[in-house]
């Protein structure tokens, strides 16, 4: 071997190290070497208000993550827009992702450090005292991790009421979000016209609900429609079942940890009896390949009666047709008028701040802007949120129609339950609606209560 | 006749040519570290990308550990084993999950492969426009999951999609991927075939191609038929594609996971243990909200898989390796 050669090979090997030494040493934004240093985990920049000469000028990339809703995305861009003109050193990298990968993308791009700004679900699922070897939830975790900014006393937080703070956005008396809005779940949009050309009242107990779906398809029109392909869709569109039958939610999920209540109880079965309905009989064929979205341009044909769902589609249905008459009304699903007078849902979108953020007063910037009574107002008016400032309204058509229940407002099961760790696939029986044919393989009632009932207890007895 | 020409070892000459010697690549002395010198930037690599993460969820595997920075860890011995094989009705789930995943690997294996040989044998012959159609059948190969999963999503639309269609013409109805578990479980190894067909075709290709023309011509002169050619010339001298088919087809459909994902979901009754694995980890079991990220949990669970992959894959080598011998040897 000719020394030229071992000189070639030790030339290969150091690019290799070269390469690798060039790879391992991206530490992200070259601004972040002049950024101010980022607070201590969990804790706010001690005064947001100095060096405004050295962290404000720099130019500075502000990396924001949210999942897709359209109306809302389209609403974030028009925003940022208008927040780079105010801010003309700050730029807005905005990140979308499908809701279903939200949890992963916040989790990863937080612990990578790779983000600022961060679209965060309301906190909820909370193990309770009473739940045995429950694990926390993700939003827990994160922060025990340090991971979120703490904002307490924060200006803008106090745009905002303070139940939502409480209850969607705080953690050990520490705020570590700002939730942008509650939606409803447990509802369904009603086609007036249709209802009318048929000689029907909207309806307000499972009795004439029933009724009502017999007369529309007598008609030769379909009953209900719903975004099957997605799975979620189907359990959710029957959360108003679940809450006519259990109007105090979080009372049920204690109820089924303790015992006290079971899925295979007399209440309960009639329950997965009235879900079977839903499932095989209201909702119209097909809907196993209809997907969330294609939902409200399915409903706004006008050839059904009924599309349960969640008040996040007001937009897009408004979109596919704007002269589409309707109206949103909780889910009839008991027989007496009184319990059926619950919207149940949950608090969704807010924003959160990454801890370790090389710009941490561009992220307060952001939010302070977007809380801006005016901002908010118009964010609430394209989304569609029950607003979470007390300021705003729902200045929409579909803020009019659920004005009325408003008062009756609750936080739905799925924000309260937790599954017990070894409970088996069939526990969570507020799914029910979604196992029974077409979309699963059940088809007996009965049975299915008592296997929800086997598997939930199957996991109580593991811990 | 000429000599054989010399072995490229031999330190000889002949008149024709200069004759490469040994010591120009594996000198004596340290010289003869260049190999390993060589190697070393790739067995760091591998080091570094395959092995330590394998050994990273062994370890992780006894732990709580979520996958979130800053998160102390905590060591659970076998507890994360215990749950999974063991524990309350979820466990009769995870078992559930490991029979799908037996009868998924038994179907996609056996079909692709035998449907990979037919279409090699096919496009092995003079048929016309035959490059086009090895470009046809390869071409989804090269797509992403997410891409595959989105175009049968498409075609598998139960109101009025094209397979829904040609089913109406002979009187057939189906919900396909949204309906029964078992129906959507069955068009998953459609996908997964139709996905990876191709590839299965190009190496019974690529194997029928090494096999000289002289042999078909002796056995033709002999008489043989077209089954016997196949029977007696091309299955034998296939057999390095065939055993190279047979592990990949076995392992890649042990491991396969992300149709699921994107064409069903998490639902009961449909998952494999490959995605069971990443709907623990990544907290995508509740079916609506976000649950716990258990990554270490998840751990175990592919652990578990990884048995099965090596258990089988074993296996399936000890069949292949004596069936190499009974041929090539």
New interface residues.
């Given amino acids: 071997?000719k020394k030229t050669?071992?000189w070639r090979?030790c030339a290969?090997?150091l690019a290799?190290g070269l390469l690798g030494a060039a790879c391992g040493s991206d530490d992200g934004d070259s601004s972040a070497t002049t950024a101010a240093p980022a607070p201590a985990?969990t804790e706010a920049p001690a005064d947001p208000e100095p060096e405004p000469e050295e962290e404000m000028a720099e130019d500075v990339t502000l990396r924001v993550l949210v999942h897709q809703n359209p109306p809302m995305v389209e609403f974030m861009e028009a925003f940022n827009e208008s927040f780079e003109a105010s801010h003309p050193h700050i730029t807005i990298d905005l990140s979308v992702v499908e809701a279903?990968d939200?949890?992963?993308a916040t989790?990863?791009r937080?612990?990578a450090g790779d983000i600022d700004v961060v679209g965060i679900?309301g906190f909820?699922?909370a193990a309770q005292a009473y739940m045995s070897g429950a694990?926390?939830?993700?939003w827990q975790?994160?922060i025990?991790?340090?991971?979120l900014m703490d904002i307490t006393g924060q200006p803008f937080v106090d745009n905002y009421d303070e139940a939502t703070i409480a209850d969607a956005g705080s953690f050990n008396g520490k705020v570590y979000s700002i939730n942008l809005g509650r939606v409803s779940y447990s509802g369904m949009f009603v086609n007036k016209d249709l209802l009318a050309a048929n000689g029907l009242d909207v309806p307000t107990t499972w009795g004439e609900l029933v009724t009502a779906c017999e007369v529309v398809k007598a008609a030769g029109n379909e009953c209900m429609t719903v975004g099957?392909?997605?799975?979620?869709p189907v359990?959710?569109g029957a959360y108003g079942l679940l809450g006519a039958m259990y109007p105090d939610q979080e009372a049920l999920v204690e109820g089924l940890w303790t015992g006290d209540i079971t899925w295979d109880n007399d209440q309960s079965v009639e329950m997965f009896r009235r879900m079977q309905i839903y499932t095989s009989d209201m909702l119209e064929?097909?809907?196993?390949?209809?997907s969330h979205d294609a939902g409200p341009p399915r409903y706004a044909a006008g050839d059904v009666a009924f599309m349960p769902t969640g008040v996040w589609q007001a937009p897009a249905l408004e979109s596919a047709e704007p002269d589409f008459d309707w109206t949103y009304v909780p889910f009839p699903g008991s027989d007496n008028a009184e319990d059926n007078q619950y919207l149940f849902g949950k608090y969704d979108q807010g924003w959160a701040i990454a801890a370790d953020t090389p710009h941490p007063e561009a992220a307060l910037a952001y939010l302070e802007a977007f809380s801006a009574p005016d901002n908010y107002q118009a964010f609430a008016n394209a989304v569609g949120f029950i607003p979470t400032q007390p300021t705003a309204v729902l200045d929409t058509h579909l803020g009019r129609e659920v004005a009325p229940f408003l008062a009756n407002y609750r936080v739905g099961f799925?924000?309260y339950w937790v599954?017990?760790?070894?409970?088996?696939?069939?526990?969570?029986g507020s799914?029910a609606a979604?196992?029974f044919?077409?979309?699963?393989?059940w088809t007996d009632h009965v049975a299915l209560a008592s296997q929800a009932q086997?598997?939930l207890q199957?996991?109580l007895?593991?811990n | 006749m000429p000599a054989p020409p010399p072995l490229i070892n031999s330190s000889e000459s002949t008149g024709r040519m200069k004759i490469v010697t040994r010591d120009?690549?594996f000198?004596r002395g340290w010289?003869s570290a260049?190999p390993i010198?060589?190697l070393?930037?790739g067995f760091g690599l591998y080091l570094l990308i395959a092995v330590g993460p394998s050994l990273a969820t062994a370890v992780y595997s006894f732990t709580d550990a979520?996958?979130?920075?800053?998160?102390a860890i905590n060591w659970l011995g076998f507890e994360n084993y215990d749950?999974f094989l063991f524990?309350?009705?979820?466990?009769?789930?995870n078992i559930a999950a490991l029979r799908r995943t037996l009868i998924f690997c038994f179907f996609v294996t056996t079909i692709q492969f035998c449907l990979g040989l037919l279409l090699a044998v096919l496009l092995n012959t003079r048929l016309r426009g035959r490059t086009i159609f090895r470009t046809i059948f390869f071409m989804p190969v090269i797509l992403g999951v997410a891409i595959q999963g989105l175009i049968w999503?498409l075609f598998?639309?139960?109101?009025?999609?094209p397979v829904a269609e040609m089913f109406s013409w002979i009187g057939w109805s189906s919900?396909?991927?949204?309906?029964?578990?078992?129906q959507a479980f069955a068009w998953v190894i459609v996908v997964q075939i139709w996905a990876n067909v191709g590839i299965t075709m190009v190496i019974f290709l690529a194997g029928m191609q090494t096999i000289p023309e002289s042999l078909y011509e002796a056995a033709r002169i002999d008489g043989a038929s077209g089954w016997q050619l196949f029977r007696n010339v091309t299955w034998p001298l296939l057999t390095p594609a065939v055993n190279t088919n047979f592990l990949l087809n076995i392992v890649g459909s042990l491991q396969a996971w992300q149709l699921f994902l994107v064409l069903i979901?998490?639902?009961?009754?449909t998952q494999v243990l490959g995605y069971l694995v990443f709907a623990e980890g990544?907290?995508?079991t509740?079916?609506?909200?976000?649950?716990?990220?258990?990554q270490g949990y998840a751990a175990a669970a592919s652990i578990a898989l990884f048995m099965l992959v090596l258990i089988i894959a074993l296996a399936a080598n000890a069949f292949v390796s004596r069936r190499e011998k009974k041929y090539l040897s």
């Fill in positions: 071997m050669t071992i090979l290969v090997l290799f985990a279903g939200l949890s992963i989790q990863t937080l612990s679900f909820s699922n694990v926390p939830p993700n975790t994160l025990e991790a340090g991971l099957g392909a997605d799975g979620w359990f959710v064929e097909g809907v196993t390949g209809l799925e924000q599954a017990p760790a070894g409970a088996g696939q069939w526990a969570n799914q979604a196992w044919s077409p979309f699963n393989e086997a598997d199957a996991g007895d593991a | 120009y690549l000198a010289k260049a010198l060589l070393l930037p979520t996958g979130i920075r800053g998160i749950e524990r309350g009705a979820a466990s009769r789930d999503k598998l639309l139960p109101g009025g999609g919900e396909f991927l949204g309906g029964q578990p078992r979901g998490y639902r009961p009754g990544f907290g995508q509740s079916g609506s909200v976000s649950s716990a990220f258990r």
